[in-house]
């Protein structure tokens, strides 16, 4: 890879997918951002409903992390995300929603309108759905006296009180974007994680579709795994119970390395356990954010990431 910029893939979605992105826009790399469609909550979830579309947030939320670093384009992300305050009729909706909203009626593909946005904030990166139609997340879940139940829809499991047994998405078998399969059979590498394990992560193993072009690539894989567990779908979770969780997923596919902040190596003997399970070396690392603990600092993570992604093979 040291003749040509490598081409980076990396796979989720919300605040954990665009701190991936932001790291990776430091670098020479050509970035495609693949990103989950399941949201049904909030804003994503009032306009999927209404305009029969696909949910709008965290797509938006990824071209605004691949805006670029200028004052121009620091302005513009800051517009992508500006919200609306309550008290009018567009309460609670980014500008970047409803632009794509507006993209999405001019266009008859979705990827078609994601190309013009993505032009029209210079985004320094491709972004792409993980499928061109809204998906919707299922959930079993078992309570703290055992029983289980089921629940339905990406905003729901998020905030779900107990633990996760099993995961799925409706419709049973959608078809992947077929530019995002095209992405993969290029990359040099991908990247999953960090973000919400189980409604931003897990669904690119769950697509079939999604999950064979990754198994079949011949790009290396790389897992970055949370910071913390999140209220709601991994709370109580360790970063090597979250790599377990990863693996009762993954099935046949193999990752090369997983990147753990280095505050974790006392938990060394399990993650590296739990990695090489998945065919993966450990990776121990600074690149928490020190001011609020519970981010990945996208300078930190971007000077791992080059060190990662310039290996030769």
């Known amino acids: 890879m040291t003749n040509h910029t490598p081409k980076i893939v990396a796979l989720g979605g919300g605040h954990g997918l665009a701190a991936t992105l932001s790291s ?10 693949i990103v989950t469609v399941a949201d049904d909550g909030g804003s994503s979830g009032r306009l999927r409903e209404e305009f029969e579309i696909l949910p709008p947030g965290d797509l938006r939320m990824a071209l605004a992390a691949l805006c670029p670093e200028t004052t121009k384009g620091t302005s513009t992300a800051e517009l992508l995300q ?16 409803l632009i794509l909203t507006a993209l999405w009626q001019l266009e008859d593909n979705p990827v078609d309108a994601l190309t013009r946005a993505a032009e029209l904030v210079n985004a320094r990166g491709t972004v ?11 959930a079993t879940v078992e309570s703290s006296t055992g029983e289980l ?16 047994r099993d995961l799925s998405i409706t419709p049973s078998d959608p078809p992947a974007c077929p530019e995002a399969l095209g992405a993969i059979a290029q990359a040099d590498w991908i990247i999953l994680g960090p973000g919400s394990w189980y409604t931003s992560i897990m669904p690119a193993l769950i697509i079939r579709e999604l999950r064979e072009a990754l198994v079949q690539s011949s790009a290396r894989k790389l897992l970055i795994v949370n910071l913390q567990d999140e209220l709601g779908e991994t709370e109580g979770l360790d970063p090597a119970e979250h790599i377990e969780v990863f693996g009762s997923f993954a099935g046949d596919l193999k990752i090369d390395s997983v990147l753990v902040d280095s505050s974790h190596e ?6 590296a356990r739990n990695a090489a ?11 928490r954010c020190t001011q609020t603990r519970t981010t990945h600092n996208p300078e930190l993570l971007s000077r791992v990431l080059h060190e990662i992604v310039t290996r030769v093979r």
Request: proline fraction near 7%; include cysteine; hydrophobic fraction near 45%.
């Open 277 to 287: 399970a998945l065919g993966a070396d450990t990776i121990f690392a600074p690149v």
């Open 266 to 271: 006392h938990l060394g003997t399990q993650i």
């Open 149 to 164: 139940h089921r629940i339905c829809g990406q905003a729901t499991v998020a905030r779900t009180i107990g633990k996760i």
């Open 128 to 138: 792409l759905p993980m499928s061109n139609m809204p998906l919707s997340i299922e």
């Open 24 to 33: 990776l826009a430091k670098l020479d790399v050509s970035v495609t951002a």
């Open 82 to 97: 500006y919200r609306f305050p309550e008290g009018n009729s567009l309460a609670g909706h980014p500008i970047g929603n």
